[in-house]
C-alpha cells in the first residue's frame, strides 16, 4: 500500500513537533507501508527510513492562498504519478476535485468550529482575521464531508466535528509526548527563585488570559505567572495588556515569547503549576508534557483538557476567574512528591509509538475498503 502524507502545513511550533514524531515513527511502525510525505521546504531532516520518501513542495512554502493552489493542482499530479492508494491530509484541508483515491483527514485545528470563537473574532479582531478563520472553517467542513474517514484528537474535538456533520468514519487517536520532558529538568536559568506558575501556549483570543488575570487579582498571594509563547492575536493581547495595567498586575505577570522545546521541561518541572485555562483545544500538548514533568494542570472543567489530564487535573469552573484562583491554590497545596510519581506514569502512557500504531492499523483498514469495492467517496452520499 502506498500512502501520500499532504503535509505542507506544518511550519512551526505544536504542528512541525507533530510532523516530525508523525514522520519518525509512523514508517517504523507501519513497515509494510510505502508513505510519500509532501513538506514544505523548511529544512526537514533524514529521517532514515526505506518505505519513506520525502517531495519538498517549494510551491506549497508560501501563504495560505498559494499552498491552497497547489492542494488543488500540483498534489493530484503527485497522487498520479506515485500511483497512491489513500491521500492523508494531516490539518483540516483536502482537495476540491474529485479523486478515485479514499482521503483521510486529521482535524488538528478545531477553531475554527467553535461558535463562541467565530463570534468573539469578529467582535475582537480585525475584520481580515475573522474572514481568514470564517474561511478555515469552510474548508475544514468541506473536508469533513469529503473525507472516506475523519481523524480526531480528543472526544471533545470529534463531538464538536460531528455537530455539524457526522463523518463516514471517524477515529479519535490521541497524540503522544517526548521523551525530553522529564521530572529531572534543571531550573530554568532566567528566573529567580521565587515560586512561580507557568502558562505555555501562543496567545490567540480563546487562550483565556484574561481569566488567569481576573485569578490573579482576586487572590493576591497567588505567585506570579511566567507566560511562554508568541502572540498572534494581537487585538487581544492589547486588551489583555490593558486589564494588566488597570489590575496593577504587571510584576505579577511576565511575558517571554518563546523558549527553545527542549527548555521547556525546565520551567514545567520547577513551577507550582501549569495554568491552562483555554477554551478551544483540538488537545492540549501543555498539560500533557506539564504532566509528565511531574508538574500539576490548572485548567476548565471544560473541553479536550479533562481527556489528557484525568483525575491530575486540578479543575475551574469554564471562563472564571474567581474559581481558577480556587483551583491554582489547590494545585499548590498538594503533595507534589506523590503527584509526580503520578502525574509521570500517566503521561508515560500518551506515546508517539502507540498513537502511529492506531494512525496504520486505520489507514489499513480504510484500504481493505478500498479493496472489497466499498464507497469510499464521501461526496456520494449526497
Same mark, same amino acid.
Given at each position: 500500500?502506498?500512502?501520500?502524507?499532504?503535509?505542507?502545513?506544518?511550519?512551526?511550533?505544536?504542528?512541525?513537533?507533530? @510532523?516530525?514524531? %508523525?514522520?519518525? +515513527?509512523? /514508517?517504523?511502525?507501519?513497515?509494510? $507501508?510505502?508513505? #510519500?510525505? &509532501?513538506?514544505? !521546504? =523548511?529544512?526537514?531532516?533524514?529521517?532514515?527510513?526505506?518505505?519513506?520518501?520525502?517531495?519538498?513542495?517549494?510551491?506549497?512554502?508560501?501563504?495560505?492562498?498559494?499552498?491552497?493552489?497547489?492542494?488543488?493542482?500540483?498534489?493530484?499530479?503527485?497522487?498520479?504519478?506515485?500511483?497512491?492508494?489513500? @491521500?492523508?491530509? %494531516?490539518?483540516? +484541508?483536502? /482537495?476540491?476535485?474529485?479523486?478515485? $483515491?479514499?482521503? #483521510?483527514? &486529521?482535524?488538528? !485545528? =478545531?477553531?475554527?468550529?467553535?461558535?463562541?470563537?467565530?463570534?468573539?473574532?469578529?467582535?475582537?479582531?480585525?475584520?481580515?482575521?475573522?474572514?481568514?478563520?470564517?474561511?478555515?472553517?469552510?474548508?475544514?467542513?468541506?473536508?469533513?464531508?469529503?473525507?472516506?474517514?475523519?481523524?480526531?484528537?480528543?472526544?471533545?474535538?470529534?463531538?464538536? +466535528?460531528?455537530?455539524?456533520?457526522?463523518?463516514?468514519?471517524?477515529?479519535?487517536?490521541?497524540?503522544?509526548?517526548?521523551?525530553?520532558?522529564?521530572?529531572?529538568?534543571?531550573?530554568?536559568?532566567?528566573?529567580?527563585?521565587?515560586?512561580?506558575?507557568?502558562?505555555?501556549?501562543?496567545?490567540?483570543?480563546?487562550?483565556?488570559?484574561?481569566?488567569?488575570?481576573?485569578?490573579?487579582?482576586?487572590?493576591?498571594?497567588?505567585?506570579?505567572?511566567?507566560?511562554?509563547?508568541?502572540?498572534?492575536?494581537?487585538?487581544?493581547?492589547?486588551?489583555?495588556?490593558?486589564?494588566?495595567?488597570?489590575?496593577?498586575?504587571?510584576?505579577?505577570?511576565?511575558?517571554?515569547?518563546?523558549?527553545?522545546?527542549?527548555s521547556l521541561a525546565g520551567w514545567y518541572c520547577h513551577a507550582e503549576a501549569l495554568v491552562y485555562p483555554s477554551?478551544?483545544?483540538?488537545?492540549?500538548?501543555?498539560?500533557?508534557?506539564?504532566?509528565?514533568?511531574?508538574?500539576?494542570?490548572?485548567?476548565?472543567?471544560?473541553?479536550?483538557?479533562?481527556?489528557?489530564?484525568?483525575?491530575?487535573?486540578?479543575?475551574?469552573?469554564?471562563?472564571?476567574?474567581?474559581?481558577?484562583?480556587?483551583?491554582?491554590?489547590?494545585?499548590?497545596?498538594?503533595?507534589?512528591?506523590?503527584?509526580?510519581?503520578?502525574?509521570?506514569?500517566?503521561?508515560?502512557?500518551?506515546?508517539?509509538?502507540?498513537?502511529?500504531?492506531?494512525?496504520?492499523?486505520?489507514?489499513?483498514?480504510?484500504?481493505?475498503?478500498?479493496?472489497?469495492?466499498?464507497?469510499?467517496?464521501?461526496?456520494?452520499?449526497?
Amino acid at each position: 500500500m502506498k500512502v501520500i502524507i499532504n503535509a505542507v502545513s506544518a511550519r512551526s511550533g505544536g504542528g512541525l513537533i507533530y @510532523l516530525c514524531n %508523525l514522520l519518525r +515513527v509512523l /514508517p517504523a511502525v507501519c513497515s509494510e $507501508i510505502h508513505f #510519500v510525505a &509532501v513538506v514544505p !521546504n =523548511i529544512g526537514l531532516p533524514d529521517f532514515g527510513h526505506q518505505n519513506l520518501t520525502l517531495c519538498v513542495a517549494d510551491q506549497a512554502s508560501g501563504n495560505s492562498v498559494s499552498r491552497y493552489l497547489w492542494e488543488n493542482t500540483v498534489l493530484l499530479k503527485l497522487i498520479k504519478k506515485h500511483k497512491a492508494d489513500i @491521500l492523508f491530509c %494531516l490539518a483540516n +484541508v483536502v /482537495p476540491l476535485r474529485k479523486l478515485n $483515491i479514499p482521503v #483521510v483527514t &486529521v482535524i488538528q !485545528n =478545531i477553531a475554527p468550529l467553535h461558535r463562541k470563537l467565530l463570534y468573539d473574532k469578529l467582535r475582537t479582531e480585525s475584520l481580515s482575521a475573522y474572514l481568514q478563520l470564517a474561511f478555515m472553517k469552510m474548508l475544514t467542513l468541506t473536508a469533513i464531508r469529503r473525507s472516506a474517514a475523519i481523524i480526531s484528537l480528543s472526544a471533545f474535538a470529534d463531538n464538536l +466535528v460531528k455537530s455539524y456533520h457526522k463523518p463516514v468514519r471517524s477515529k479519535i487517536i490521541h497524540h503522544g509526548v517526548s521523551e525530553i520532558f522529564s521530572p529531572d529538568a534543571r531550573r530554568p536559568e532566567n528566573i529567580d527563585n521565587s515560586k512561580y506558575f507557568v502558562f505555555v501556549s501562543n496567545i490567540y483570543l480563546y487562550k483565556g488570559l484574561e481569566y488567569l488575570i481576573e485569578a490573579l487579582a482576586s487572590d493576591s498571594d497567588l505567585p506570579k505567572v511566567v507566560v511562554i509563547g508568541k502572540v498572534f492575536d494581537h487585538n487581544y493581547f492589547a486588551s489583555i495588556q490593558k486589564q494588566i495595567a488597570e489590575h496593577g498586575l504587571s510584576q505579577r505577570i511576565i511575558f517571554l515569547s518563546s523558549v527553545p522545546n527542549e527548555s521547556l521541561a525546565g520551567w514545567y518541572c520547577h513551577a507550582e503549576a501549569l495554568v491552562y485555562p483555554s477554551w478551544c483545544e483540538s488537545f492540549g500538548m501543555p498539560a500533557l508534557e506539564a504532566l509528565r514533568c511531574g508538574c500539576p494542570v490548572v485548567a476548565f472543567k471544560d473541553g479536550s483538557i479533562e481527556e489528557v489530564c484525568g483525575i491530575l487535573g486540578f479543575y475551574a469552573e469554564p471562563h472564571s476567574g474567581k474559581s481558577l484562583a480556587k483551583a491554582m491554590r489547590k494545585a499548590m497545596e498538594c503533595d507534589r512528591n506523590d503527584y509526580r510519581k503520578k502525574a509521570y506514569r500517566h503521561a508515560c502512557t500518551f506515546t508517539w509509538e502507540e498513537s502511529m500504531r492506531q494512525y496504520g492499523s486505520f489507514l489499513g483498514s480504510i484500504s481493505q475498503i478500498r479493496q472489497n469495492g466499498e464507497n469510499f467517496d464521501a461526496r456520494q452520499r449526497f
